[in-house]
Structures are given as C-alpha cells and as structure tokens.
C-alpha cells in the first residue's frame, strides 16, 4: 500500500503537466475548428477516421497515419503496399487495447496519452540522475516542441519516446537486460530504435573492458546484446520476408507516400540542403506548404548544429550515437520531410538546450517553440500536413 501511495506521489506532477500541456492543445484545436477551414490532404478520413467516431473533434488527432495504424491493428498487413512502412507494435497495442474499449480510434489515443503520462515521469527520472540544472526549462522545452502535440495523436511518438527512456534508464544504471529489453521494443515500434543497439553496446564495452579478463568473451556478449537490442526490427524483417519476400519492404514503399523520398540510394545532407533551398526560392502560391518547407529545413539545420555543440560540450557518448543515428538516417532519403515530428523524440536535444546560460536567450527559445506549436497544432488538426 505504502509503495502505491508512493508512486501515485511520484506520478502526481507529471500528471500535471500532461493535463495543463493536454488541454492547452484541445483548446488550441477548438478555435482551429471555429478559425480554419477543413482541408483533408490525405486519405481514409472518411472512409476510416469518420466512421470510428462522429466527432470530428477527436477522431482529427488520427489524422494522416491514424487510418494506417488502424488498418494494421484491425486486418493485420494487408491490400495497400504503403502500410508495410509502419512498425508493427504500436498498432498491435492498439488491437490488444481494442478488447477492452471495442473502438480502434479511442484505443490507439488512449494508448498515446497514457503512455506518454509515464513516458514524461520516467524522463523526470531521467533529469534527476542526469543533474540537470533546469529540470523545469527541459521539461517546457519537450511539452512546447513545434510538433509535440503527436505525442497525444494516433501516432507510435509517445510509445517510442517511453521505451528510448526507459532503455537509457536501463543504461544509466547499468542494468543490461533492461536496456536492451526496451532498445529491443523501440526496434520494434520505429526504424530509429536501431541506434539503441550501438549506444548499449559502447556503454557496455566501456564499463566491462577492464573487468572482462577475457576479450573473446567481452566480444561475444557484446555481440549478444546488440543482437537482442535490435530482436524487434529483425523479427518485423523476417515477417516482411515471409509474407512480401523482401526483408527490407518498410523502405521500398517509402516513395509511395510522396516527399520525393528516395530509397534506391543514398543522398548526403548537403545535397539535401541544397534541393531545399532551390525549393524555397522556387515555391510560389503555396503559403502552406512554403511554411512546412521552411520549418523543416530551419528546425533541421538548428538541431544539428546543436547536436554538433553537445559534441563540443561532451555530452555522453551514447546520447551521441543515438541522437546522430536518430537525425541522419531519415535525411539519406533525400529530403527532410517530417524531421520537424522525428526531431521530437531525440530527447537529449533537451539535455544540451539546458547549457544554455543565457536566461533570456531560453525563454525566447521556448515562446518560438511555443508559438509554433499552436500554428502546427492548429494546421494539422484542420488537415494540412505539417510533419
């Protein structure tokens, strides 16, 4: 009794956050209903979406991949060849979810606003053992990104962010099958998780190489674990091999959704850099779309160069591997289309924002953060595609 009264205390103002951080977006998505016009620029809304629940008011937080993670949890990989670019173990959650709440919709938003509630405990964790100075600015800096609102969207956002979190936890302390449980789980629900494996294996190299008498067998664990931390995306290619006789099928269908991605070869960032300024001085008559180019491009560049200071400024090796992993890989498709949404779950971008020592210079960072994340809130809900 004592250790559940301990934990809801635990729990209590992370809870807090999310019901302030929650209901600040429903309100925002309120006046984007009364303000802006609906504008769906993706399929299955009508089909899907609409036919789950007769308030558009909550079946808009499912817009764009919500109708592919319900396909998936309902009938499983099959009709559509694009489905096969969404890991399974989201949209399997929201089938085991489906049992109890009978609604594939209601399910799948359930499972990310509960998760994320933990997922923003555990990172309070995080903070604490890490010492963070700021533990409230790092926080905001995660609640008011420009697309965090998907962490409360029918998206794998708040799942991932969980398990990444809970893995580092697991690193932290260095309890090995824990962080490799949950790297194995992150495999499973996005491609990025993969970069958990190198992180856990540095992090074990290093703290085993002067106990390990052995070499030999420090390689061979080594090995073991980075194996077992990637178990969930290799069980997805053995299933994708089985059924569509190609391992990698996730990325071949990549060009189906548009953007211009390219997965037949890979295309260096400055090459990418260069498509989008071209793009951005050929736009014209396009305001949306201008706006969701610029911030993709604008985020992406100021994101690296901070990953490029927590370099500088040595943060911890396997924050590192992670985060690079988790930013490059997606630009080697050719464009930086999403970025802005994938950004989101790089967590120690938060971490090195903290070192920030100019006052002012943070609470400008959070008003811009802030600002953007009512104008992609307000667009995405409405239908226009934001990341």
């Not at 979406?49 to 919500?66: E, Y």
Request: include cysteine; charged fraction near 15%.
């Amino acid at each position: 009794m004592k250790d559940v009264k301990k934990l809801v205390k635990d729990i209590l103002p992370s809870v807090k956050l999310f019901l302030v951080w929650r209901i600040g977006l429903l309100v925002v998505a309120f006046l984007a209903g009364r303000w802006l016009p609906f504008r769906p620029s993706f399929p299955y809304w009508d089909s899907i979406l609409s036919n789950l629940s007769s308030s558009q008011f909550i079946w808009q937080w499912a817009n764009f991949d919500g109708p592919h993670y319900i396909t998936i949890a309902e009938k499983g990989y099959v009709g559509t060849g694009l489905i096969q670019a969404f890991f399974p173990l989201y949209p399997l959650t929201i089938r085991w979810f489906s049992k109890i709440f009978d609604n594939y919709l209601y399910s799948g938003l359930i499972i990310s606003n509960l998760v994320f509630v933990f997922a923003l405990y555990y990172f309070r964790q995080l903070i604490k053992l890490e010492k963070i100075k700021e533990s409230k600015f790092t926080l905001l800096s995660l609640l008011l990104f420009p697309t965090s609102f998907y962490f409360g969207a029918l998206y794998s956002e708040s799942l991932f962010f969980l398990f990444v979190i809970l893995c580092f936890l697991g690193l932290y302390k260095k309890q090995w099958f824990k962080a490799v449980l949950f790297a194995s789980l992150a495999s499973a629900t996005r491609l990025v998780g993969i970069f958990l494996a190198p992180a856990i294996l540095y992090e074990y190299y290093q703290s085993r190489e002067k106990k390990e008498k052995s070499k030999i067998i420090l390689y061979l664990k080594s090995i073991f674990l980075t194996l077992l931390s990637i178990s969930g995306f290799m069980l997805f290619c053995f299933y994708l091999n089985k059924h569509f006789s190609d391992p990698f099928f996730f990325a071949q269908v990549q060009s189906g959704f548009g953007a211009s991605r390219q997965t037949d070869k890979l295309i260096l960032f400055h090459q990418v850099v260069w498509r989008y300024l071209k793009m951005m001085f050929t736009i014209k008559g396009n305001g949306a779309l201008f706006f969701t180019i610029t911030q993709e491009f604008f985020i992406s560049l100021l994101v690296l160069g901070l990953l490029i200071w927590g370099v500088i400024k040595k943060i911890k090796k396997p924050y590192l591997i992670y985060s690079f992993g988790s930013f490059l890989l997606p630009t080697l498709t050719g464009n930086l289309s999403s970025m802005p949404r994938y950004i989101s779950l790089i967590f120690p971008l938060y971490f090195i924002l903290d070192g920030i020592k100019n006052k002012w210079l943070k609470l400008v960072i959070l008003v811009v953060s802030g600002t953007l994340l009512v104008i992609n809130t307000a667009l995405f809900v409405r239908g226009f595609w934001i990341a």
